[in-house]
């Protein structure tokens, strides 16, 4: 980390030359606008800096000075027994400073406000509902990402909202606590209403995990850090350009929680993040320069014991929950490293040699004590758990550069066909050298094995995500309980959202049994236009 940093604040102040004084790394490959003239950026960036080889970086140092915002929590109201919020999805313009110029503001999408939205949160065993708005200029939708619902409530490409209109899903919540996170989902444009920053967080608690001894002031001591990156044009706009970039665009300006640059006071020994990937393309690995810390929970929930790691690995979609500790006084750093993406073709290219800080911690000179995570697994995993034993259907996903099994998204197609009650397999394999974030709706899986391996310790716990290092085949173990449907299907795709966008997605049914559903047209399929 320590060569990393520079007085260079932007990329602009590279590309004016400001670079060239520099000691800095920051270059332009991962960007990859073209693949050959990033190498050719590298190796002038490279010689004007002086720095070594290999620890080229596509983004930006930046000073940690701004406060981390910490996304409201929303309002809800019990209605007749139904914990009611409200949402809004909305134009604004918000200030990246120190990204861009001060006093810029930069047009973005938000929930309730310009830019992200607010935290929902509800209780295991609680019906919820949601009154979405759209007060944008095109259609958009709102996904429960990880969130086990009917599909009618799911908010992918079928249950679009026109400008103007409004849409209340409603369901019980019935799964483990967990961070799940909402996104717009709209037939071939989630990339871009994700990007100009639809998104937020939707925290599930339960018994088990409250009595897990973690640290749960929200924004205190439990903090939500949303990471992502964006590219801002020379007027500090976002830029929505397709760059061409295999993986989609990598943003030289990385945030948490929108902003750049972020601190975030610490007055506990123990804070736990809830680190959500919400980047449209780039894979990260999160860790401290000077510590390890505890994983606590993935995608669907706590895992079965904290796992003590150095680094965590996150594609676009997935989530963790760690648990850092902290002495007095100290400051720390969350970093993204140099990330493993497998056999992938030019990881550079793919974001894999970029290293950069993320989040500072600064502690307090006196620390309020914190107990040690600790919980009883079976508080947790009864009633939840999948047996691999219990497996009656096996299903095969081949993903290639933007399709799955040969076929690119129809809305109007169903893949497959699930009956409610089965335990099934699904194999999943990218057969081609790209990064590749598989996501199933409704489902929280296990990952049985990697290539026939176990798989390694932070993949144990509950998914609704996983990254597909290429060339490799992923067996993952869902069980279909409820909420049949044999006309509105359920999503699986690509997470990195210009390929899902580009058509790496498909869809399943879940019936009853004996049902004679069969893959083919769905009847009255919505969906947007693609242009
Ligand atoms: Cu996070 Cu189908 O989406
Ligand atoms: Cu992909």
């Given at each position: 980390m320590t060569a990393?940093?520079?007085?260079?604040?932007?990329?602009?102040?590279?590309?004016?030359?400001?670079?060239?004084?520099?000691?800095?790394?920051?270059?332009?490959?991962?960007?990859?606008?073209?693949?050959?003239?990033?190498?050719?950026?590298?190796?002038?960036?490279?010689?004007?800096?002086?720095?070594?080889?290999?620890?080229?970086?596509?983004?930006?140092?930046?000073?940690?000075?701004?406060?981390?915002?910490?996304?409201?929590?929303?309002?809800?109201?019990?209605?007749?027994?139904?914990?009611?919020?409200?949402?809004?999805?909305?134009?604004?313009?918000?200030?990246?400073?120190?990204?861009?110029?001060?006093?810029?503001?930069?047009?973005?999408?938000?929930?309730?406000?310009?830019?992200?939205?607010?935290?929902?949160?509800?209780?295991?065993?609680?019906?919820?509902?949601?009154?979405?708005?759209?007060?944008?200029?095109?259609?958009?939708?709102?996904?429960?990402?990880?969130?086990?619902?009917?599909?009618?409530?799911?908010?992918?490409?079928?249950?679009?909202?026109?400008?103007?209109?409004?849409?209340?899903?409603?369901?019980?919540?019935?799964?483990?606590?967990?961070?799940?996170?909402?996104?717009?989902?709209?037939?071939?444009?989630?990339?871009?209403?994700?990007?100009?920053?639809?998104?937020?967080?939707?925290?599930?608690?339960?018994?088990?995990?409250?009595?897990?001894?973690?640290?749960?002031?929200?924004?205190?001591?439990?903090?939500?850090?949303?990471?992502?990156?964006?590219?801002?044009?020379?007027?500090?706009?976002?830029?929505?350009?397709?760059?061409?970039?295999?993986?989609?665009?990598?943003?030289?300006?990385?945030?948490?929680?929108?902003?750049?640059?972020?601190?975030?006071?610490?007055?506990?020994?123990?804070?736990?993040?809830?680190?959500?990937?919400?980047?449209?393309?780039?894979?990260?690995?999160?860790?401290?320069?000077?510590?390890?810390?505890?994983?606590?929970?993935?995608?669907?929930g706590l895992l079965e014991a904290p796992l003590e790691l150095d680094q965590v690995r996150l594609a676009p979609g997935e989530r963790a929950e760690i648990v850092v500790t902290m002495a007095a006084g100290e400051t720390t750093r969350l970093a993204s490293t140099e990330t493993d993406l497998g056999s992938v073709a030019v990881p550079f290219a793919m974001g894999g040699d970029d290293a950069f800080d993320v989040l500072e911690l600064r502690a307090a000179d006196e620390l309020t004590p914190s107990p040690e995570p600790a919980w009883e697994p079976s508080q947790h995993a009864d009633g939840d758990a999948l047996d691999a034993a219990d497996a009656t259907v096996t299903r095969t996903f081949e993903l290639d550069e933007r399709r799955i099994n040969g076929e690119r998204m129809d809305p109007g197609r169903i893949d497959e066909v699930a009956t409610v009650g089965d335990t099934e397999i699904w194999e999943v394999r990218s057969t081609v050298p790209m990064p590749h974030s598989f996501h199933v709706h409704d489902v929280q899986f296990r990952v049985l094995s990697i290539d026939g391996g176990p798989p390694p310790e932070e993949l144990a716990g509950r998914k609704d995500t996983v990254y597909l290092e290429p060339r490799r085949t992923y067996r993952l173990l869902m069980r279909f309980e409820d909420y049949t449907d044999g006309t509105v299907p359920y999503m699986y795709h690509c997470h990195m959202l210009r390929h899902e966008d580009e058509g790496m997605m498909g869809q399943f049914v879940v019936v009853e049994p004996g049902s004679d559903a069969t893959p083919g047209p769905l009847q009255g399929a919505a969906g947007h236009a693609t242009h």
């Open positions: 990393r940093r520079c007085g260079c604040t932007t990329r602009r102040d590279v590309a004016r030359g400001h670079g060239a004084s520099c000691t800095h790394n920051v270059g332009a490959g991962a960007r990859n606008r073209a693949v050959v003239a990033g190498v050719a950026t590298v190796v002038l960036l490279t010689a004007a800096c002086g720095a070594l080889p290999g620890s080229v970086t596509s983004v930006d140092a930046v000073t940690f000075d701004q406060e981390l915002a910490i996304p409201p929590l929303a309002e809800s109201e019990v209605v007749d027994g139904v914990r009611t919020f409200s949402l809004t999805a909305q134009e604004g313009t918000t200030s990246f400073a120190p990204a861009t110029e001060p006093g810029t503001q930069t047009e973005t999408w938000g929930f309730d406000g310009a830019h992200l939205g607010p935290t929902l949160r509800a209780e295991r065993g609680e019906r919820v509902a949601v009154d979405v708005a759209n007060d944008l200029d095109e259609a958009t939708s709102v996904h429960w990402h990880g969130m086990h619902l009917p599909p009618a409530m799911d908010g992918g490409p079928h249950q679009e909202i026109e400008p103007g209109g409004t849409w209340r899903p409603t369901w019980e919540v019935d799964q483990p606590a967990a961070t799940l996170w909402y996104h717009p989902h709209p037939h071939g444009e989630t990339e871009e209403h994700v990007y100009r920053g639809l998104a937020g967080m939707f925290i599930l608690d339960d018994d088990a995990t409250r009595a897990a001894d973690l640290p749960s002031g929200y924004g205190v001591d439990d903090v939500p850090v949303i990471v992502q990156d964006k590219v801002f044009d020379d007027a500090g706009q976002l830029d929505l350009t397709d760059d061409g970039g295999e993986p989609g665009t990598l943003g030289g300006v990385v945030m948490a929680n929108g902003t750049v640059g972020a601190y975030h006071e610490v007055t506990t020994e123990r804070v736990r993040l809830r680190l959500l990937n919400g980047s449209t393309a780039r894979t990260y690995t999160f860790g401290f320069p000077d510590r390890s810390f505890d994983l606590v929970a993935s995608d669907g």
